[in-house]
């Protein structure tokens, strides 16, 4: 057993021994509420924190569980444990056309837009006869099982807290996985995660209604708990202090929410009787506290509370078990000599500047070529338009016969495409064979709900066990549990080439792997090119450095001012004299 199952069943233990200590039924009380808010953290935490995306209106999915569950046993008279499948269907429809609309914008609009959302919803709570306008709804049942009273005191601890455990579990299971890799790249923008065949706005949503579903269980909860719904719980208000609760205790971390939500609940019952006694006049002068409190944290310590702690535990390394893995699915390689890339008369225009002019070059199996030029040339574009990154104005481009031209990049990766990035693209905060095993998202088909009840681990080891793979074939297996923002350069390079191989590709794209990287680097990195090309990789290079490519090169394209200047072997763009004007801007 190792360290993290110990700990959570530790805490699973202790849960049933604090509801029968000797405590006052006034502490039991503020635990359950402490319970219902780090319930709604929780999902803030893998929304905001995970994914980078910030919400102010959590609280209003509060509302649909509570709301739902109040309505419909009042009413209907129906059981409360059937009415919280109701309200998570609510939510989950509500979260779907939110998100959908919501999800597409972002900087500031996203949370502008939750506040809109937040809001609309509070008052139209708060004037709907059916839900008793701004008095609520009142006289609810209190949970049972047959005639056990589970609703109040020490057992409705038990029964939140044991879900909030299993929520905080389910986290950590769906961030340790292929999905939850994929969650996690959000957070450093799309464009290496659609690399790597990752729908990223599709992620988005699914965080969204995740993060909405922990909110509705906790309404569900509170309006049993408290036996009486109405609008002042939901409100913008309270969707500030949830995220302030996840911010303070640690956006990025699980655990951080039970301590965000524990320290902001006792604090403000605590402030709300001590303030008015220090400063002699009532007020709700808490609100300044957490305030300027909220601006400390994020000053001096932006990754919240938990973070303390995380520094003085003990960092462990992912156990290798992974051993004894049957291998990933490989795709059809094409055979040597076979056309891998065509690009036809290939051009991109903005607007009134054409950035490149009908450009066209072939690619064979086992071939390296070279797209060169000065800077400015288009090389980066022309690259970015045979991946998918941007649309093309006209031309065509074949991979493998295949048109893909109309593709979106994850679409082509795919189809057997995998490239790196002119300033590495990675996950700082994951490890070394996390970053790689991202690659593999493509090969494996386990989703979030397999990857939350932990029912993905055979498609894990398989993963792990070519990550492993594809580090130890470049030269970096001693690597695998180093944190990768903790990387050299050089390092950082060659770990976005695994992640590239680990997507089994057919064409492998190289936007100048060299830069940055020092002489005993860059002979490191030819080394491996030429390691790959006798494995039969096919390598489209664009770099700067001559000698790496001169050395390694079999053909050569280059560039001028978006057009194909000429293209031959190195050493016939060696004795070009157009080549040398180009870049020394004299024929001599």
Known sequence: ??????????????????????????????????????LVCLGLVLLTGVGGLTSFGQAAFVGIGAYTTAWL??????????????????????ALIVGAITLRMSGHYLPLATIAWGLSLYYLMGNLDALGKYDGLQGLKSLSIGSLDIGQGRLFFVLTWAIL?????????????????AIRSLKTGSQMAEAMGINTFRYKVTIFVIAALF?????????????????SAFGLKMGIEYLFMTVVGGVGHVWGALVGAGLIKLLDDYLQVALPALIGTSGSYEVIVFGIAMVLVLKYMPDGLWSLVTDLLPRTSRPVDWQDAADLPARHKPAPGDSVLSVRAVRKQFGGLLAVNDISFDIHAGQIVGLI?????GKSTTFNLITGVI?????????????????????????????????????????????????????????????????????ERRMMKEAQRQLERIGMGEYLHEQAGNLAMGPQRLMEIARALCCDPALLLLDEPAAGLRHKEKQGLAQVLRQLQGEGMSILLVEHDMDLVMDVCDHLVVMEFGTLLTQGTPAEIQASPAVRAAYLGTEH
């Open 373 to 377: 030029g000065p800077n400015g040339a």
């Open 1 to 38: 057993m190792n360290k993290q199952n110990l700990h959570l069943w530790l805490l699973a233990a202790a849960i049933p021994l604090v509801a029968w200590l000797p405590l006052p039924d006034f502490w039991i009380v503020q635990l359950n509420y402490v319970g219902l808010y780090a």
């Open 165 to 181: 455990l299993a929520g905080a579990v389910a986290l950590l299971n769906l961030l340790d996985s292929r999905p939850g890799r």
């Open 391 to 459: 649309d093309k104005t006209s031309g065509e481009v074949l991979f493998c016969g295949e048109s893909i031209g109309n593709l979106p990049s994850r679409a082509i990766a795919r189809k057997g495409m995998a490239r790196t990035f002119q300033h590495v693209k990675m996950i700082p905060d994951m490890t070394v064979l996390e970053n790689v095993a991202l690659g593999a998202y493509m090969r494996g088909r386990m989703g979030v709900l397999s990857a939350m009840l932990r029912s993905n681990r055979a498609e």
């Open 215 to 231: 909110a509705s269980v906790a309404g569900w909860l509170m309006a049993h708990f408290q036996r009486t719904v109405n609008p």
């Open 73 to 94: 046993t009042l009413n209907l008279d129906l059981s409360p444990w059937l009415t919280l499948w109701i309200g998570l269907g609510l939510t989950a429809v509500s």
